[in-house]
């Protein structure tokens, strides 16, 4: 009776091991998931921060008014889009199109 429990003792916690590790492996993934998502949501954010900016500047030169201080905060952020990383720490995103359309609008 004693070694039969003493093989179920044995039998759960080598269990327990198991499920902790597969828990902690599951958690790892997680969390990689986690941070390109973030990452995703930060090129969409200042890819609309390129957008407005992109606005104002226009309506900026149409009226006369310089502001060379923009353009090089949205050039920084092109930069960043185009190659990741960059002074904002952006995703490189790997779809071509994406970077296709870079490359043109890089050309303009």
Same mark, same amino acid.
Not at 25 to 45: H, P, W
Not at 73 to 81: M, Q, S, T, V
């Given at each position: 009776?004693?070694?039969?429990? #003493?093989?179920?003792?044995?039998? *759960?916690?080598? $269990?327990?091991?198991?499920? =902790?590790? =597969?828990?902690? =492996? $599951? ?18 954010? @200042? ?9 104002? *500047? =226009?309506?900026? *030169?149409? #009226? ?7 353009? #090089? @905060? ?13 002074? @904002? ?14 490359? *043109?609008?890089?050309? #303009?």
């Amino acid at each position: 009776m004693k070694l039969k429990r #003493s093989k179920n003792k044995m039998i *759960e916690r080598f $269990l327990q091991g198991f499920l =902790i590790i =597969i828990l902690v =492996i $599951l958690t790892i993934f997680m969390m990689n998931d986690v941070n390109k998502i973030q990452g995703n949501a930060r090129v969409i954010n @200042y890819a609309g921060i390129i957008r407005g900016a992109t606005q104002r *500047e =226009i309506k900026l *030169e149409i #009226s006369g008014n310089k502001n060379d201080s923009l353009i #090089s @905060y949205l050039d920084n952020i092109f930069d960043g889009l185009m190659d990741g990383g960059g002074k @904002y720490q952006l995703t490189k995103l790997n779809d071509q199109k994406y970077q296709k359309k870079l490359v *043109e609008l890089n050309k #303009s």
